[in-house]
């Protein structure tokens, strides 16, 4: 059993059926994910691209990329930090916030299906399998 390429294309499955949920909204899953990640962490301090390079264990290229083309589209804006004008936080337009349940459902959705037919236990017990792996990963 080769276990890294099970994984991959289990994440490619769920990357495209996230997608296709949410291609309505003009977003993609990784978009979704930023946009649920920085309203999460607006609501309790400010969010940083650094912040999200961490969290979703991105180089800072590609996090720019796409913090970039959210900008381009209204879905973000970057807002220099009253103490370090070097320092850009990052914060939800209307634009998202509007959309930003819509696409919890759509996501949910996807997860909901992805669990199917599996007890509470066994899901508990997958997630707990995956963060060991992942643990082992780092580094």
């Known amino acids: 059993m080769n276990v890294g390429?099970?994984?991959?294309i289990l994440s490619r499955q769920v990357k495209r059926k996230i997608d296709e949920a949410v291609i309505?909204?003009?977003?993609?899953?990784?978009?979704?994910?930023?946009?649920?990640?920085i309203g999460y962490k607006n609501k309790k301090g400010n969010v940083y691209a650094k912040d999200i390079e961490r969290k979703f264990n991105?180089?800072?290229?590609?996090?720019?990329?796409?913090?970039s083309l959210m900008e381009k589209n209204g879905l973000i804006e970057r807002k220099a930090n009253e103490k370090d004008g070097r320092l850009k936080q990052i914060v939800l337009t209307d634009k998202s916030l509007?959309?930003?349940?819509?696409?919890?459902?759509?996501?949910?959705?996807?997860?909901?299906n992805l669990k199917k037919g599996?007890?509470?236990?066994?899901?508990?017990?997958?997630m707990k399998t995956l963060k060991k792996?992942?643990?082992?990963?780092e580094y």
Not at 27 to 32: I, K, Y
């Open 118 to 126: 599996l007890t509470e236990e066994e899901v508990n017990e997958f």
């Open 98 to 112: 509007e959309i930003e349940n819509s696409i919890k459902k759509e996501v949910n959705k996807v997860e909901n």
């Open 133 to 137: 792996m992942s643990e082992n990963l």
């Open 5 to 8: 390429r099970s994984i991959h």
């Open 24 to 37: 309505k909204y003009n977003v993609t899953s990784v978009q979704c994910s930023f946009i649920g990640y």
């Open 58 to 67: 991105m180089r800072r290229a590609t996090v720019a990329e796409i913090l």
